[in-house]
Structure formats: C-alpha cells, structure tokens
C-alpha cells in the first residue's frame, strides 16, 4: 500500500481513515476500532499541531525526532525503543540478580 501522503493529499483524519478502511476492506481486513489513530509525521517539512504525533509498534514508539544529515541536523520521523519494553528490559535484567564488585578493604600489609 502507498504511503496516505502519495495516495491521498491533503485528506482529512477521518476521510482518511475511512479511505484507509475502505482499502483494507478489499483485502478482508479492518481496522480495530479502538487501536486505530492516525498519526501526524511531524518533520522539518510538516510543522502543524496535531492530536497524535507518535505511535508504538512492535516495541518501538516512532516520532519526530533530531538526525543529522549532510546538510546538517533535521527532523526526521524515526524509531527509538518504546517507554513499555525500556521498563520490560530493565526488570529482565534486574531480574538476572548481577551482583555488584564487591568493596574491597585497605590492603594489609605483610
């Protein structure tokens, strides 16, 4: 499927929700009604002010965020991974029980 920008210019939200629906529906597929929201890809070349700017997927929260290119820094809508699996990773690796160094005292001597 092309990206909604190609295939349907300056559509809004719900229109392109409804055209979005509508081509699932020809492949036998919906869309889940409370999982659905459509996302603004906040960039260097989109600037408005929307209702949703990121999303999660897969463990990973896609949003605008800082890159560098060859002509400098820009804003780019790329992944990170999300807040949920950070926590999730860290209690897998607390759960490892690592046991810090151990302190060692002052050396005696002889």
Known sequence: MTSSRTAIPGT????????????????????????????????????????????????YTFRGRLAKGRRGYFTGFSPAISGKAKKAK?????????????QRGPVQPG
Not at 18 to 27: D, F, M, S, V
Not at 28 to 56: M, Q, W
Not at 90 to 102: A, C, E, S, T, V
């Open 90 to 102: 860290g209690k897998q690796i607390r759960d490892w029980h690592l046991n810090p160094p151990q």
């Open 12 to 59: 809004r939200p719900r229109q392109l929700r409804a055209a979005i629906a509508k081509r699932l529906g020809t492949l036998g597929l919906e869309l889940h009604p409370v999982k659905t929201k459509i996302v603004y890809c906040k960039d260097a070349n989109r600037r408005g002010d929307f209702g949703h700017a990121s999303f999660d997927f897969l463990g």
